[in-house]
């Protein structure tokens, strides 16, 4: 990262769904800390030579200082909670359309057991590659880095890929959100224009307006001047769901009008939509880190149990009321679904606003992954590194631009996000680190290795999901532009 100005100690309540670059975020210990470890060994490994090359692979302008650990109990569950709950909650009624109103509302419990499930093991593997190197915090990426390269003797040699494997699907998932966001705001901006005037315009005119407003916002690489946008966004988004959910809880038909399972067709888009939702497994590693007392984030009472049990209810809630709501009629995001008055238009209004902000926070992550290694070949004074990271981001905006003309039909375009990316970032990386860790430990698969055996239906699930959602999404998509939907 360029500049001292962009290098902040700003708290995770920059916005939701953010996810972390692993590149971005480090030890950033004291050099009296690093002198005090240098030569030491833990189970044979030397921890200086160890650190030295953590330090190359890290810039030392961090994403989120990780020195301080200033956050209360409190502040760590709402920073939990911003991370998991976004655009993927106002899908979830789509997502029940395509599994049936008890198909998917058992199914958004058991998908939230299995994906907290797999928080809790990033963070248990978190802490046990750290009392085996003797770092102090490691990054998602690092976690799966080190963990090839002290797990199984055939994994080793694929160690130094470890933190890129994490980084590509972080920038897929994030640059995904920023088509989504897109796609979204001009949605209902454009919803809203209709209601009230004779105007009527293609929507991919609309995203280019949107566009063209982005490139502007873009600009701003300081996460202190980012964090007041997203604060709006969070404060938008709090009004406009309540209002949303009181609006879906009026004249509500009886549950036997919905189909108890939609089809087998469908039912791989409904995973993609569910599992895109819980995205926030991304934050859950610095958010200890910035804990006050980290003992109380794991645990059955801990702050990972507390704040996912209120998102998976949310979800829950959204999901089932919505979709009970407006049946078959639900469309890609609840919102389009309020009807054209004043106070509906407003809470449209209010998350494109909302959205529109929090553009810029989850633009942020992987430009800084990509530009953090794209910068380090550049000379100090030349024009690429002055303006390059510009010309990068309007590269990059201009490809999520494209991506959402391309497809612009929101629920297709959250189900294959979640179905190529979050499937694996959330279910199948935490379910290998899980056994990367404890192979060689004793009894650390359990008994008659039960939790090998769990570790591996958790990949399985991960996996199908991957190749049977993304399979039957982009179906889904080419059907849909067969007919004209999209």
């Known amino acids: 990262m360029a500049g001292n100005e962009r290098q902040t100690d700003n708290e995770l309540s ?19 800390e690093d002198s005090s470890n240098a030569g030491n060994e833990v189970d044979g490994i030397n921890t200086s030579t160890l650190n030295d090359h953590m330090a190359d692979d890290e810039s030392n302008a961090l994403l989120f200082a990780t020195s301080s650990r200033n956050n209360t109990n409190l502040q760590s569950l709402m920073n939990l909670l911003k991370g998991n709950i976004g655009t993927g909650i106002l899908a979830l009624p789509s997502a029940f359309k395509y599994g049936g109103i008890w198909v998917s509302f058992v199914g958004i419990f058991i998908l939230g057991c299995i994906s907290v499930h797999c928080m809790h093991l990033l963070v248990i593997c978190s802490h046990q590659i750290c009392n085996r190197t003797g770092h102090s915090y490691l990054s ?30 972080l920038c897929i998932t994030q640059f995904g959100f920023c088509t989504v966001y897109i796609l979204f705001v001009a949605d209902n901006i454009r919803q809203v224009i209709e209601e009230y005037t ?14 063209l407003a982005l490139l502007p916002y873009l600009s701003i690489r300081n996460l202190k001047v980012l964090s007041f946008f997203s604060a709006l966004a969070n404060f938008n988004m709090v009004v406009g769901l309540v209002i949303t959910l009181v609006y879906c809880f009026q004249d509500l038909p009886s549950y036997t009008l919905r189909p108890a399972f939609a089809s087998w067709t469908t039912l791989p888009l409904y995973f993609g939509i569910a599992i895109y939702a819980f995205e ?26 507390l704040g996912m049990t209120i998102a998976v209810a949310l979800y829950a809630a959204v999901g089932f009321y919505g979709y009970l709501r407006f049946g078959d009629d ?12 004043g106070l509906y238009s407003a809470v449209k209004v209010l998350f494109a606003t909302a959205i529109f902000c929090t553009y810029g926070v989850q633009f942020y992550v992987p430009i800084e992954i990509i530009w953090s290694h794209m910068e380090r070949g550049l000379s100090d004074h030349s024009w690429k590194r002055k303006y390059g990271e510009y010309i990068l981001r309007a590269a990059f905006l201009f490809m999520t631009f494209v991506l959402a003309i391309i497809i612009p039909c929101l629920d297709l375009v959250i189900s294959l996000i979640g179905a190529l990316s979050s499937s694996a970032v959330a279910l199948i990386f935490p379910a290998f680190l899980d056994i990367l860790t404890f192979w060689s430990v004793t009894n650390g698969l359990g008994r008659y290795y039960w939790k ?35």
Not at 454 to 480: Q, R
């Open 198 to 211: 004779d105007v009527r315009f293609n929507i991919r005119l609309y995203e280019f307006f949107i566009f």
């Open 452 to 486: 090998l055996i769990k570790d591996i239906l958790i990949m399985l699930l991960g996996f199908t999901g991957f190749i049977v959602g993304t399979i039957t999404t982009l179906i889904s998509i080419v059907h849909a532009f067969q007919l004209s939907a999209c």
């Open 14 to 32: 920059i916005g939701a769904e953010l996810c972390v670059p692993d590149s971005k975020i480090g030890e950033n210990r004291s050099s009296s």
């Open 140 to 169: 998602y990426g690092d976690v799966m880095k080190e963990c090839l390269r002290y797990g199984p003797e055939p994994f080793k040699r694929f160690h130094n890929f470890g933190s890129w494997i994490i980084n590509i699907f």
């Open 330 to 341: 639900v469309k890609g995001s609840l919102t389009l679904n309020l009807p054209p008055e």
């Open 280 to 305: 926030g497994i991304g934050v859950v590693l610095p958010i200890e880190n910035k804990m006050k007392t980290p003992e109380d984030f794991g645990g059955w009472t801990g702050l990972i149990n």
